[in-house]
């Protein structure tokens, strides 16, 4: 890999909709593409323009995706000017999402975790990325 490499992380849904609403309006992420009926799955992929990465999410008609497996199934977040993360998470709770606790206690000190509709979960951390 090297640092021109894109990374989607990619996971079906059964909630297309709520998912999109919550990454878009809760975490703030924008629509880079979509498309339906794709040999029958639809999907939307979510990322910051510009940025070497994206999540995609997808629904296959007729297929049940199922929730999360687990609580520590984790998308990170690292936000390390506190403006930005008091705004991120204004904006989470504004879109009508409350904080739970988390399942590994670290991410509680210094962060903030959202469970999406499908169980998986958000964290907003109020540090920079390498923690020194």
């Not at 878009?24 to 009926?37: H, I, K, R, W, Y």
Request: without cysteine; proline residues 8%; glycine residues 10%.
């Amino acid at each position: 890999m090297n640092p021109g490499t894109t990374l989607r992380v990619a996971r079906p849904t059964d909630q297309l909709e709520a998912v999109v609403r919550f990454y878009t309006v809760g975490v703030g992420l924008a629509v880079l593409a979509s498309f339906e009926d794709h040999e029958g799955f639809d999907g939307v992929m979510l990322g910051t323009p510009g940025a070497p990465y994206h999540l995609e999410f997808t629904r296959r008609r007729g297929h049940v995706a199922g929730r999360a497996p687990t609580e520590d199934n984790l998308l990170v977040f690292y936000l390390p000017d506190p403006t930005q993360f008091h705004s991120a998470v204004a904006r989470m709770e504004a879109a009508g999402h409350s904080p739970v606790a988390a399942f590994n206690p670290y991410w509680d000190r210094l962060g903030r975790t959202y469970e999406d509709p499908d169980g998986y979960r958000v964290v907003f951390q109020q540090a920079a990325w390498p923690v020194t």
